[in-house]
């Protein structure tokens, strides 16, 4: 104690001097700056662009998420009570409305009282030297190590704030001064500024502070963590009555009366419990249990268009996002109805997508989990709906197949061979490859509008050999699985250097089995081919974003891919007419549309693994496209069976009975006859034939 009293002498001495020897203080050894250096320095202190919230808010204006490193909400000086700035102003400096940014009688008193009471009783620095200091340490320090800098007790450091004050209030007004501290002070639990700290600790805004309330703040400024009231509620009350009773002297200078600090001092804490700051990621948030996915996917979005972590977090930016609570809300139901959220044995996420001619706006992700960190809450923060999963989707990728052929004359009204049995040699490098038909597929050539309803292996395999598979892995890619293709490898997973991308190691392996859908896919994916077709062959990326501005209200520019027109309007016509039949009577979602009342023209596929640990339906009107895929989860996932309204379970590969005209679509038809509510019906595109 009496080495930092010692300290502190040292220090209040030198300040004195330096006020009494502005000329010296420019060439003194002890501040190792130049006055070019100083002035830029003040400059920034003037702009103090600090870190600030990011949010994002849905496509109708509300707040699904924020992004912070410090919780700050920036307030104009008039946005700010007249308690909360007299405050302020009586427990941190009573004369900061008469000083020049040193007080240097506050500096001698505090030196005397010290010294007289032998300990540290009262500082010295003023309201602006505390803003230069919480400015350097808080706002432009970039690393931990510069803010110890900032913060480290040591005559250069002390010497260099006071110059900046002096300089400060040369150039600002003390109104400037003031709100620009109560701008950048903590408050503690990771709130910095009186916006953030009037909405975390009482759910309010400052303009609205109280006395009571205002003091509390005030108070907290001293030591945020001994003081912080939900821990320590006895010592921050007697803190903040302290202040209350400064705000009530008659040497403040801006003064309560006797009679509003006696009814403040009466007043309980009042601090909200737990506190309203808003938790900075999409674990947490409002909504985030259904909301999580969608944020997490705009993350990525936004780091892949350039804007990297550090910049979400401190920009300051505002996002309105394409996510639809109403279709959230339908999505997120129908997926909890068909597998409880505490389920081990299953997932099942679902993604829509709006179609478009100049964007593919995504409208909900969501799963039947809810997004979030404990497990035995049935949450997760994996990402399952956008990330490439290591699931197939079964006779889904039947649609890249058929869409080749067509894109090469085939019309969804000409016939192929549907055999019982077929035994291939063009694949695989030559070797023998028999495929049956899933059972209830009967034989027998059939329309390839026909084929697609009923989904014969056979007769797919067969076209496949005709079409090429390199067409049809290309036509995967093109109609939308970008990253499912070109940017993981043939096991889903993130590509090292030098390795195949899954597009072409299916090519170099020779694999037809690629038309069974055995490939890992991403669900968003999978919804954004759908979009691709029901906007005329037109691919757009998916995007999450509306608009972005930055922390001044001006747009940001997005950088991302263009559209593309990937295949023809006739071909996209074609294919749309093709797989327009899975909800009518003979398709295999039949039964699950029926149920759902679904009453709109569609189009739709539907596929299953081989051994029933993953099923998949995709379907589109020309107004939202929909994907949902149902897979087996744990350590050792097994095949999954189905038995009337029960939750599925695992329960052996062998043994299994998931299909995608089950779990998939009853998820997805309940959800996509809510989100089709109120728009009008709207035919799918015909071409010549029917």
């Known amino acids: 104690m009496l080495l930092k009293l010692f300290g502190l002498c040292v220090l ?14 420019g060439a003194g050894a002890a501040v190792n700056e130049t006055t070019s250096a100083m002035s830029r320095m003040s400059k920034s202190l003037q702009k103090a662009r600090m870190p600030l919230t990011t949010k994002v808010l849905d496509r109708n204006g509300d707040p699904i998420a924020y992004f912070y490193d410090d919780y700050r909400i920036p307030t104009p000086p008039g946005k700010i009570s007249k308690t909360m700035k007299s405050a302020i102003t009586a427990i941190e400096d009573k004369r900061f409305w008469e000083h020049n940014g040193v007080d240097w009688q506050g500096t001698m008193r ?42 480290e ?24 001064i ?3 501290y109560l701008n950048v002070v903590p408050f503690g ?18 303009d609205k502070l109280t006395v009571s309330q205002s003091a509390l703040l005030a108070a907290l400024v001293n030591a ?17 009555n302290m202040v209350i009773d400064r705000m009530a002297s008659p040497d403040n200078g801006i003064r309560i009366t006797e009679e509003d600090a006696e009814r403040a001092k009466k007043k309980p804490l009042g601090v909200l419990d737990p506190l309203g700051r808003p938790p900075s990621s999409c674990i947490g948030a409002g909504g985030s249990a259904t909301n999580g996915f969608f944020c997490t996917y705009l993350r990525d979005y936004l780091n892949r268009a350039g804007f990297s972590d550090k910049e979400l977090d401190q920009g300051g930016y505002t996002i309105r996002s394409t996510l639809d609570p109403k279709a959230t809300k339908a999505a997120k139901k129908a997926a909890e109805a068909q597998i409880p959220k505490r389920s081990d044995e299953a997932a099942n996420p679902m993604a829509i997508v709006e179609p478009g001619q100049d964007k593919h706006e995504v409208r909900a992700l969501v799963a039947n989990k809810d997004f979030g960190n404990d497990a035995s809450e049935g949450q997760t923060a994996y990402d399952i709906v ?52 899933a059972e209830g597929v009967s034989p027998g050539s059939r329309t390839l509008q026909e084929a697609l309803a009923t989904s014969p292996n056979t007769g797919f395999v067969m076209l496949l050999e005709k079409v090429g598979l390199d067409n049809a892995v290309d036509m995967a890619t093109k109609l939308g699985l970008r990253r499912s293709m070109t940017e993981v490898d043939e096991n889903g997973y993130s590509l090292e250097e030098g390795e195949p991308t899954h597009a072409e190691a299916i090519k170099q392996h020779d694999k037809g089995s690629f038309t069974l859908g055995v490939d890992s896919v991403s669900v968003l994916e999978l919804s954004n081919v759908m979009a691709t077709i029901a906007s005329d062959g037109k691919w757009c990326p998916p995007t999450p974003v509306t608009s972005m501005t930055d922390r001044n209200g001006d747009p940001v520019g997005l950088k991302g891919q263009s559209c593309e027109q ?55 009107t020309p107004q939202m496209a929909g994907a949902v895929m149902t897979y087996s989860t744990g350590g050792s996932p097994e095949g999954i069976c189905v038995n009337g309204s029960a939750p599925p379970y695992q329960c052996g590969d062998s043994a299994g009975n998931l299909y995608g005209g089950t779990i998939p679509a009853r998820t997805f038809y309940p959800a996509m006859k809510k989100i089709h509510e109120g728009k009008p019906v709207k035919q799918l595109p015909k071409v010549r034939g029917d």
């Open 110 to 151: 505090a030196l005397a009282t010290n010294v007289s009471s032998g300990s540290v009783e009262e500082g010295a620095s003023t309201l602006t030297q505390q803003y230069v200091k919480n400015y350097l340490v808080h706002v432009a320090a970039d690393s931990k190590m510069e803010r110890h800098d900032a913060k």
């Open 178 to 180: 003031l709100t620009s």
């Open 386 to 437: 956008s990330k490439v999963q290591p699931w197939g989707a079964g006779s889904v990728f039947k649609i890249f197949t058929a869409a080749a052929a067509i894109q090469q004359g085939m019309s969804p009204y000409d016939e192929i061979p549907v055999p019982a049995e077929y035994t291939t040699h063009a694949f695989g490098g030559g070797k023998a490859w028999t495929v049956h038909n």
């Open 12 to 25: 209040a001495g030198v300040l004195v001097a330096s006020l009494m020897l502005p000329a010296a203080l």
């Open 224 to 240: 945020p963590g001994a003081l912080n009231p939900n821990v320590n509620p006895e010592d921050a009350k007697h803190r903040r």
């Open 566 to 620: 990937v295949v023809s309007p006739h071909t996209a016509h074609g294919l749309a007419q093709g797989l327009g039949d899975d909800h009518k009577p003979g398709g295999t979602s039949h039964a699950a549309a029926k149920e759902a009342g679904w009453n709109r023209p569609l189009m739709a596929k539907t596929g299953t693994t081989q051994n029933y640990r993953s099923a998949v339906l995709v379907g589109a």
């Open 153 to 176: 007790t040591t005559v250069a450091r002390k010497l260099r704030e006071a110059r900046l004050a002096v300089e400060l209030e040369r150039t600002m007004s003390k109104e400037e």
């Open 189 to 206: 639990n990771q709130t910095f500024g009186v916006g953030a700290a009037a909405q975390t600790y009482f759910g309010t805004t400052p």
